[in-house]
């Protein structure tokens, strides 16, 4: 089992950015995929970016060029970068591990002026 800790959330106005971290509990060398999702408030939880062991990455289209995940397996943390961030990029924001299957508790991103 591993625990994960995301932080780095907070209130930013549209066009800022903030960078997500998510810490695992062990090294996270081995585990295949991980991952950030989203939930706004009354919408369904979406999947943002993955990251697999080997670098490859995919993202939601919404995300597209304005996100960039990315870890580092020798801190055992994930990362979220986030730029030109919009009102509707609004949510919370959870990390997730596929193998060994794991969620963090999550982190409040909110954009607003």
């Known amino acids: 089992q591993v625990q994960l800790v995301e932080s780095g959330g907070g209130l930013v106005q549209p066009g800022g950015s903030l960078r997500l971290s998510c810490a695992a509990s062990?090294?996270?060398?081995?585990?295949?995929?991980m991952g950030w999702y989203r939930q706004a408030p009354g919408k369904q939880r979406e999947l943002v970016a993955a990251?697999?062991?080997?670098?490859?990455?995919n993202y939601a289209d919404s995300v597209k060029g304005r996100f960039t995940i990315s870890r580092d397996n020798a801190k055992d943390t994930v990362y979220l970068q986030m730029n030109s961030l919009k009102p509707e990029d609004t949510a919370v924001y959870y990390c997730r591990s596929w193998a060994p299957d794991s969620w963090g508790q999550g982190t409040q991103v909110t954009v607003s002026s």
């Open positions: 062990r090294s996270i060398f081995s585990f295949n995929v």
């Open positions: 990251i697999t062991e080997g670098a490859i990455t």
